[in-house]
């Protein structure tokens, strides 16, 4: 049997975020988290005056370890599972802790721009009925976006990995961004329609939360502007997605192979990766275009 000439370049990937960096990273995201529920944060501890000095060092120990820890390090399993995604598909670009600490950074940018944003709730309380419904989807999918075109792609990717792996991201975390933005604006609008289903709704939700809720026009128009700006983030990733399809067809794959100066590739490469590669570059075809389709 004839073997197939493989007419390609191997190019290896450098680590990109030395390991003397984690630590730091690490905390820039708990303070950023902390900031992020900086509204909440305050509120508690304005009450500190009925509190003895135990419940204050107890209030403080939870905020650091509920708004500070447990958000980072939620953040930390999210881009691992984004990362393995990836590499069960075979898209091996990017040394797995690089992936992780980038997608912390960024994440602590958006973060920190948020807890600024929310803070002007102690001037005007009306800021969050805003932010509480779509400054989330608007500021980390902004920031996500920005570490995708301004890091990932241009460092990493060639054309068709960029495609592929774009169009994985993009599902998956839009899903997760639909539940935590269409189904909450889309509950609060039902409430406020004034219509028997949305009262019988308000009626019931108020009966098991044991508290009055009310629908402001601001929560309604704060609803209406998170559901736009959703589907505008939709239409620039299915617009986006068409860009890079047009270029992938144009672009030939290369495989890619980690290498963070071992030869054991630790560090978050995976040692397979010339590999798993390898046989898309035998039989170039354009079955990646049809699977990730969005």
């Known amino acids: 049997m004839q ?76 881009a691992l599972i984004f990362h393995a995604i990836s590499m069960r598909a075979g898209y091996v670009y990017c040394l797995r802790n690089d992936f992780i600490y980038l997608t912390m950074l960024f994440t602590a940018g958006a973060r920190i721009i948020i807890g600024i944003v929310e803070s002007f709730s102690f001037l005007t309380p009306v800021v969050l009925d805003y932010t509480s419904f779509f400054i989330e989807e608007t500021v980390l999918t902004a920031a996500l976006f920005a570490m995708y075109f301004g890091v990932l792609r241009p460092r990493f990717m060639n054309a068709r990995t960029a495609y592929a792996v774009f169009n994985m991201y993009a599902g998956v975390y839009f899903f997760f961004q639909g539940l935590n933005t269409v189904v909450p604006c889309a509950v609060y609008l039902l409430m406020g329609s004034g219509t028997p289903v949305g009262e019988q709704f308000l009626s019931v939700l108020q009966t098991l939360t044991a508290t009055p809720i009310e629908i402001s026009v601001h929560v309604k128009a704060a609803c209406i502007v998170g559901l736009c700006i959703f589907a505008a983030w939709l239409i620039a990733t299915v617009v986006l997605s068409f860009v890079l399809r047009a270029a992938a067809k144009k672009a030939p794959q290369e495989p890619v192979v980690p290498d963070d100066g071992n030869d054991n590739n630790s560090g978050g490469g995976s040692p397979f990766a010339e590999f798993n590669d390898a046989p898309r570059q035998d039989k170039p075809s354009d079955k990646v275009f049809d699977e990730f389709d969005l």
Do not use: D
Not at 18 to 34: D, E, M, N, Q, T
Not at 35 to 43: D, G, P, Q
Not at 48 to 68: A, D, K, P, R
């Open 3 to 78: 073997t197939q000439n493989r007419n390609f370049q191997i190019r290896k990937i450098k680590p990109l975020i030395a390991p003397k960096w984690y630590g730091a990273i690490w905390a820039l995201l708990v303070f950023a988290s902390l900031l992020r529920h900086i509204t909440s944060i305050v509120l508690t501890f304005s009450q500190t005056s009925e509190m003895n000095v135990y419940e204050i060092l107890l209030n403080v120990i939870v905020e650091i370890m509920f708004s500070g820890m447990i958000p980072a390090a939620l953040c930390y399993l999210c």
